[in-house]
């Protein structure tokens, strides 16, 4: 498939433009995205209830003034709790669309959550963006999920999230098969596989052999200055950053 100009040409705000100011993934940080030009980064998953919302940890705790996973939530009380403090709240996925489908393209990633299969999630994404003029694609650390997107929605660009970083057993669903999850993850084992249309790779493990042989587009997480950027150029085509404004060529 051809992939979405955005992914290699727009910079992508991470969990859209964030600050002190407009918390991650709050509706004022992808307006700021949005009024910036930039392509917008955010995350998926689902509530108790199955509801899908826009939240990245797995519990409530950092983000908010409750405490709790996520998925002990209903959707409605979600979307009750205050982000960072402020006056934002957490977004149901269907008012995420609403506020920037045709506004600006977006890279969705869902997170992992054990108990929930590919079929499942993949189902209820393409659900709740229907026919919403959203240019976007989808990525996640969970190869089940890239592969079912890819086979449900075989026109959008679906890729592979990988980290050279050291992970714990909690970083991969606390699994009793962790370690080769951990593995997995490092090596992008499961590429051959999954068959993504793109890889993103965290910024401070480039250069990395598997991406450098990946013979498709590469993006680099999470760059958080010019500097960074500048170094990862060599390696990547395009970056997910937070904490500075690239400019847009």
């Not at 969990?15 to 307006?31: I, K, V």
């Amino acid at each position: 498939m051809q992939l979405p100009e955005f992914l290699t040409k727009i910079p992508i705000a991470h969990r859209g433009l964030h600050d002190r100011t407009h918390p991650e993934n709050s509706l004022s940080a992808f307006r700021e995205a949005i009024g910036c030009g930039y392509a917008i980064e955010t995350d998926v998953r689902f509530s108790k209830d199955g509801k899908l919302v826009v939240f990245h940890d797995d519990t409530v705790d950092r983000m908010t003034d409750a405490s709790g996973r996520v998925e002990a939530f209903t959707a409605a009380d979600l979307c009750s709790l205050r982000l960072d403090g402020s006056g934002e709240r957490i977004l149901p996925f269907e008012a995420f669309v609403e506020e920037v489908a045709g506004r600006a393209p977006v890279l969705i990633e869902i997170k992992n959550m054990p108990a929930v299969q590919g079929k499942d999630v993949a189902l209820a994404l393409r659900r709740a963006i229907g026919g919403a003029p959203l240019a976007y694609a989808v990525q996640s650390f969970q190869p089940k999920y890239v592969k079912a997107y890819k086979t449900l929605c075989p026109d959008i660009a679906c890729g592979v999230l990988g980290s050279g970083e050291r992970l714990t057993k909690a970083d991969v669903g606390n699994s009793p098969f962790w370690r080769i999850r951990a593995r997995v993850i490092r090596n992008m084992s499961l590429n051959a596989l999954v068959k993504p249309d793109f890889v993103s790779y965290r910024a401070c493990d480039l250069p990395f052999d598997r991406v450098t042989k990946f013979k498709g587009a590469v993006l680099a997480w999470t760059v958080r200055s010019e500097e960074e950027a500048a170094r990862v150029k060599a390696y990547a085509d395009n970056i997910i950053f937070e904490g500075f404004r690239p400019a847009i060529v």
